[in-house]
């Protein structure tokens, strides 16, 4: 009788704890699929915020070009995830905001080619997607770095929009890319060319009362400006940086025309 109490203890004893291995290992399995389809979710949603950001940021700022080599000296660390970094705004890694590299330029910046000759519809275009994604409002509960990050690569693009839309200053700016600059002051010009502006300058002062006068001049002006501009494409494109210097000299005293008529306007309360 009692053989047989133990051999029923016995086998109910083996029976419970293969109760609790069966249990343990469905647990386990349990533990490691809920593992497993966090790490999918979590991969889900990298995926899906790096294909947010190629969407609507210049690739030049995402992904290294394929025509553009760097050297290992290019290279910088992530300041947030330590990993190795080609000149880019964002992490390739983690997506983090970078310092800008010394490798990048206003045309690069934008995401556009290194050229005179914009398409001002896609400087724009790009302009306000990457602006959106850099404006400080959006790192308002960030880290004080890419805060700081945010507000300086948000004013840097605003300086860059400017600059490529205006064709002396696009001008000027690819002459300091090629390591040529003009001094202020400048006289350095034809003299025939010096008399020339000086008849200008006394044609505005004699159309101060002459409404009709100076709407002949601003256009007169303005066609000799869009002139200029296509002469200086030209040179750029001959990769002739003395004589795009050169026109872009004179396309200064042009300018300086153009701000004065363009005050004269307003003051008379021209309406063209």
């Known amino acids: 009788m009692k053989s047989t109490i133990f051999s029923t203890l016995r086998f109910l004893s083996t029976m419970k704890l293969r109760y609790f291995y069966c249990t343990y290992k469905l647990a386990i399995r349990g533990y490691t699929q809920v593992a497993a389809n966090n790490r999918l979710n979590l991969k889900s949603e990298v995926s899906s915020f790096s294909k947010t950001l190629k969407k609507y940021v210049p690739s030049s700022l995402t992904e290294p070009s394929q025509a553009t080599s760097y050297s290992t000296e290019s290279l910088s660390k992530c300041w947030r995830c330590n990993s190795d970094q080609i000149p880019l ?15 990048f330029n206003y045309f690069k910046l934008i995401g556009i080619n290194e050229d005179y000759d914009v398409d001002t519809s896609e400087v724009n275009s790009k302009y306000r997607r990457l602006q959106n994604l850099l404006h400080p409002d959006r790192f308002s509960n960030s880290s004080e770095k890419e805060k700081e990050l945010s507000e300086n690569l948000s004013s840097l693009v605003n300086k860059a929009h400017s600059t490529l839309l205006h064709p002396l200053k696009r001008g000027l700016y690819m002459l300091r890319l090629n390591n040529l600059d003009i001094p202020e002051g400048s006289t350095a010009l034809n003299p025939t060319f010096l008399m020339e502006i000086m008849e200008k300058n006394e044609e505005i002062e004699a159309a101060t009362v002459d409404p009709k006068k100076v709407l002949e001049l601003i256009k007169e002006n303005r066609k000799i400006l869009g002139e200029s501009s296509r002469q200086v494409s030209a040179a750029f494109q001959r990769k002739d940086m003395e004589e795009a210097r050169r026109i872009l000299i004179e396309m200064k005293y042009y300018a300086s025309i153009e701000a004065k008529l363009k005050a004269l306007k307003q003051d008379l309360g021209i309406v063209e």
């Open 89 to 103: 705004i964002f992490c390739s890694n983690c997506n983090a905001l970078q310092e800008l590299h010394k490798d």
